[in-house]
């Protein structure tokens, strides 16, 4: 089977208009790694469904995308899927009126249990670092 993102048979990106994506802070985290080696698949999208709950994690690492490998990262904590959607790379993360960073790609290692969303940020600040509270509002647009 062919993956169409990997053949190069889109141009640009597909998506042309996606909903909003809602959710809560379930879990704060704290804690950086120099080399934690996540690997990113090569797709672009994922979907994600009302009541899961995914990792967020985030990188100063410069030149990553799908399909690459990210040691720099900082924990942000866990989201649970109020409105569910189609994520997809450059969905921009805001939580309490801040953005926490802008979608780079998913990492698959603690499937099914859950999917790490990896976040690009100028700062590499954990969830405690940036002050986070739980059951705060979270969207990805």
């Given at each position: 089977?062919?993956?169409?993102?990997?053949?190069?048979?889109?141009?640009?990106?597909?998506?042309?208009?996606?909903?909003?994506?809602?959710?809560?802070?379930?879990?704060?985290?704290?804690?950086?790694?120099?080399?934690?080696?996540?690997?990113?698949?090569?797709?672009?999208?994922?979907?994600?469904?009302?009541?899961?709950?995914?990792?967020?994690?985030?990188?100063?690492?410069?030149?990553?995308?799908?399909?690459?490998?990210?040691?720099k990262i900082a924990y942000i904590g866990?989201?649970?899927?109020?409105?569910?959607?189609?994520?997809?790379?450059?969905?921009?993360?805001?939580?309490?009126?801040?953005?926490?960073?802008?979608?780079?790609?998913?990492?698959?290692?603690?499937?099914?249990?859950?999917?790490?969303?990896?976040?690009?940020?100028?700062?590499?600040?954990?969830?405690?670092?940036?002050?986070?509270?739980?059951?705060?509002?979270?969207?990805?647009?």
């Amino acid at each position: 089977m062919v993956d169409p993102y990997q053949a190069g048979f889109f141009k640009e990106n597909p998506y042309a208009a996606k909903r909003t994506i809602r959710g809560k802070l379930a879990v704060i985290l704290r804690g950086k790694l120099e080399k934690r080696g996540l690997e990113l698949i090569p797709t672009i999208s994922r979907a994600v469904l009302k009541n899961e709950v995914h990792e967020l994690i985030v990188t100063d690492q410069e030149n990553v995308g799908p399909g690459s490998s990210v040691d720099k990262i900082a924990y942000i904590g866990f989201v649970e899927i109020i409105v569910g959607g189609v994520m997809t790379v450059g969905d921009t993360l805001t939580c309490q009126d801040k953005i926490l960073g802008r979608v780079i790609g998913f990492d698959e290692t603690h499937l099914p249990n859950h999917l790490n969303i990896v976040l690009a940020s100028g700062s590499r600040s954990d969830g405690v670092e940036q002050s986070l509270q739980l059951e705060s509002d979270m969207t990805f647009e």
